[in-house]
């Protein structure tokens, strides 16, 4: 149980610094919160890809733990997509908030299926 758990918090270690490293990226925006968008994006492709590849290959279950749970887990994240989309509502922008939850959720579910391919 512990190196299960070593191996999904050095996972998780790795993603949550991409995640970081992602959000400062100067990107000109208009009230729209691109970064996490494209963040999730890269997720979903990431996680598709680790699961096709780990498929075809039997990779080990600590290094799909690693990857899978510690990494995309730490990469992705809803509860910033969650609190992105109440401050949009919240301010009154529903249309931005409404194509944002669309976008987030489509161009997600099209990232994993893209990472199914190349993995």
Sequence with gaps: MF???LSVGIGGFLGSV???LLS???IKQI???VNTLFTNIIGAIIIGAVVSYADRTGMSPLK???LKTGFCGGLTTFSTF???TF???E???LLLAGSYIVLSVACSIAGVYIGLKIG
Excluded: A
Aim: hydrophobic share 40%; aromatic share 8%.
């Design 18 to 20: 991409l995640r970081y």
């Design 87 to 89: 401050n949009l509502i």
């Design 64 to 66: 799909l733990m690693l």
């Design 3 to 5: 190196i299960k758990c």
């Design 24 to 26: 400062v990226i100067p």
């Design 91 to 93: 301010k009154g922008n």
């Design 82 to 84: 969650s609190l992105e």
């Design 31 to 33: 009230n729209y919160p």
